[in-house]
């Protein structure tokens, strides 16, 4: 299983206007950025 698979299980409670970025992509930024040492 990918992350991206594992990520996209994820129920996104946003709809219409109110979603404007994928909630796979944000989880696998935010991961990433916590693997490099973002705080």
């Given amino acids: 299983m990918t992350l991206t698979e594992a990520f996209s299980e994820l129920e996104d409670p946003h709809c219409g206007p109110a979603k404007r970025h994928d909630l796979t992509e ?10 490099c040492g973002a705080d």
Avoid: K
């Fill in 26 to 35: 944000m989880a696998l930024m935010a991961l990433c950025a916590v693997l």
